[in-house]
């Protein structure tokens, strides 16, 4: 029941029509018992300077951000976690009031997602990471690896340069920080079965396998892989892409791309709330609204 009461949480980004998270957040917040409630909320670009004055001047506790707002929001913000500076997108946004004044933090918990979706099933501690892909996503991803006690990071990608590319970007930004990872290495996409051979951890940030294109001929086959390996499409649509499927046939242990999905928004929930999020419960929202 919405009151006077009640605690605004929400989303933005343009288009704003295809999100999951209110489905996920609010059937969390309904059961603890949490006067609060996740909107959804439509920002041009030109309009979000006015979004983020807007919300603090409504009280808004939180917000999620999306596509295409993730970097253009950082200066409209007074700080940033970190993690979040060097990837250089945000997508989570707390709100703290006090003495009439609002302070606004932003955190990235697209790449914790991927981090915690993999601790279900292995610690990444001293293991050797090989991320496919070397846009956005691989981009995050590889931060959170690299500060997160990993002991080798490996990118490949189609194009040698834009992994190469990245893999200095990580280097440079890591010391900057002074995180002490320089176990970064670019290779070629024909490396990848010599990579993989002593390779803990797969995780494939293309859109090979999504849908419509469930049939796409996945870079990493069943051959290349070792049943010790741990394999992590992001692609939730299909649940069970062409990479999953070669991983099972090599008797890999799988992740599954929603997991992503679901942790990242289970930390925006605890920045916010500074509570546990139940998991179970968001986790079911989430496979609801995705038809899974």
């Known amino acids: 029941m919405i009151d006077g009461k009640t605690n605004i949480l929400g989303v933005i980004g343009d288009p704003i029509e295809h999100t999951f998270s209110p489905a996920m957040q609010n059937a969390g917040l309904q059961s603890l018992g949490l006067n609060y409630v996740y909107l959804p909320f439509h920002v041009k670009g030109n309009r979000l300077s006015d ?13 999620n951000v999306t596509i295409p707002h993730k970097s253009n929001v950082i200066p409209f913000l007074d ?19 006090g003495d009439g004044e609002v302070f606004t933090k932003g955190f990235n918990t697209d790449a914790y997602g991927c981090l915690r979706a993999i601790e279900e099933k292995t ?32 990118i490949l990608n189609r194009n040698y340069e834009k992994a190469k ?16 990872f320089n176990n970064v290495n670019a290779y070629e996409i024909d490396d990848l079965k010599r990579v993989l051979d002593s390779s803990d951890i797969l995780i494939d940030t293309t859109p090979i396998g999504m849908y419509p294109n ?3 001929k996945p870079i ?50 605890e920045i916010w709330l500074g509570k546990e999020a139940p998991v179970n419960i968001m986790e079911k929202a989430l496979l609801d609204v995705l038809g899974i």
Not at 123 to 146: E, P
Not at 246 to 257: D, F, I, L, P, S
């Open 220 to 269: 990493a086959s069943a051959d290349m892989m070792h049943e010790d390996l741990v394999v992590n499409d992001i692609v939730y649509t299909p649940m069970e892409t062409s990479l999953i499927k070669e991983a099972k046939k090599a008797n890999a242990e799988v992740v599954y791309g929603y997991k992503m999905l679901l942790y990242q928004g289970i930390r925006s929930f």
């Open 123 to 154: 610690s990444i501690k001293d293991k050797k990471v090989t991320i496919l892909g070397a846009g956005g996503a691989s981009r995050a991803i590889a931060f959170q690896m690299a500060c997160s006690g990993i002991d080798e990071l490996s």
């Open 79 to 97: 700080d940033i976690d970190p993690i979040a500076r060097m990837i250089g997108a945000v997508n989570t946004i707390k709100f703290d009031y």
């Open 51 to 63: 979004a983020i004055g807007g919300a603090k001047g409504l009280g808004i506790k939180g917000l």
């Open 165 to 180: 590319s990245l893999k200095e970007e990580l280097r440079s930004n890591l010391n900057k920080q002074e995180y002490d």
């Open 214 to 216: 469930v049939n796409d």
